[in-house]
């Protein structure tokens, strides 16, 4: 493994960030993985009953309305309706499909499933970083990370999907470690039919799919955590790395990618297809075009928020549309090809640049990357003390300072627009902020290693 080349800081024990008392004391009480997650679902059905308390009680909602168009929209697909004829609804039919409980069973049904759906990333985080040998007090931290993390355990028990997707995410790179191709095509075809943007991942997991770790009948060789890294392997992959993607690029149609596209091809248009014949163009506008040409001109964190506002009545040019989409399709580009076979990184860096640069920017996305966030943490040489606690001021800091004008927009009913995007693009260079640093500190760690070669192995043995 080699160190990121984007900065020439000396290499630290992978969590420096970490006293040595804490992981200690962790490793006394012998708790597992099996005692955090009865914790953090016990906390989680307590906030879901809070939250029918407060709902009933309160002027402030704790439900998301978001959860009250699923609700809406499974309650009319129950009837034998189209979910679509709940207005706002933009999604799969399967979400409405699996919350028909919520008029069955109980309205919480929905809550219940995606808080279930939030603990099950947390087995897949700890499932994966065992599968990179990382040591167990290491991954329990890392689980720690997300299971216990205030804007994700929030987003499952207030009634918001994307704990589902977040599962999904992770049980396809999980599948990719262990080598079952077909089963992660399967996942990834369903999961960018049930949430568009998980496309941005197509690039990266072709790149992945290379016949030097992928061949038919041998099972990819994972590259394994180690709290020292080798200088002379660290200086050997460094040439190696780009022969690698060169080689990627030129055996695009190897047997596994040609698989992995057909299968999640067949998959997304069967869904798409199935979905097409029974509600029509309204499905296919509502849950999927929407999503590619949505102009939201309502307030909210992307840079781009204040100009739609301002020419939301006239029709956007062709330019201008490719120009808001030039900076994200380029940051994407670069970060896929330098980070590609470390692949959870890739992903991290992808996702969290996707959704600083997109046109619509909510705090529910956040979840996206947050998921993704602990399989990066063993690999990180930052310091908690002075790093790390800087990028989380700085991230949460530009954050509350966007909140503030927010807040007297909306319930003040101020004139505060320009102030609002100045507060944007500051997040924005927030989120650039802490990109550069995690990848400053960040352990280049590909997850394959190469397979021998028959030839070169038969060769070796009659020497």
Known sequence: MKKSHFCDAEPAPAFSNLPSVSLSQLAMISINIRSLLWLSAIFRAILIVYGEWQD???????????????????????????????????????????????????????????????LLVGVFIH????????PEDLCMYSAVVWLFNPFTFTIGTRGNCEPIVCAMILWIIICLLKGNVLQAAFWYGLVVHFRIYPIIYVLPIILILDPLFF??????RLQNWSSRQDKT??????????????????????KERVMFGLVSGAVFLSCTGLFFYLYGWEFLHEALLYHLTRTDPRHNFSIYFYHIYLH????F??????????????VQLVLIFRFAQDLPFCLFMQTVAFVAFNKVVTAQYFVWFFCLLPLILPWSNMKLKWEGLSCI??????????LMWGYLLEFKGKNVFLQLWLAGLLFLAANTFVL??????HTYSPVFQRLEHPTLKNAEKNN
């Open 393 to 402: 001021l700085v991230w949460i800091g530009a954050q509350l300072h966007w």
């Open 215 to 220: 061949r038919s009948g041998l099972k990819p």
């Open 312 to 315: 939301y009545e006239h029709e």
């Open 436 to 441: 550069i640093m995690i990848t400053c500190r």
């Open 56 to 118: 009933s009680h309160m002027e402030v909602r704790y439900t998301d309305v978001d959860y009250l168009v699923f609700s809406d929209a499974a309650s009319l697909m129950a009837s034998g309706d189209s979910p679509y004829k709940r207005t706002t609804y933009r999604y799969s039919p399967l979400l409405a499909f699996f919350l028909i409980p919520n008029s069955i069973i109980h309205r919480s049904w929905g809550k219940f499933l995606f808080s279930a759906s939030d």
């Open 127 to 134: 499932s994966i970083l065992k599968l990179r040998k990382v």
């Open 233 to 254: 392997l660290r200086s050997s992959n460094k040439v190696t790395d780009q022969y690698d993607l060169w080689k990627a690029l030129k055996t695009v149609f190897s």
């Open 317 to 330: 040019l062709m330019v201008e549309k490719l120009i808001s989409f030039l900076p994200q399709f380029i």
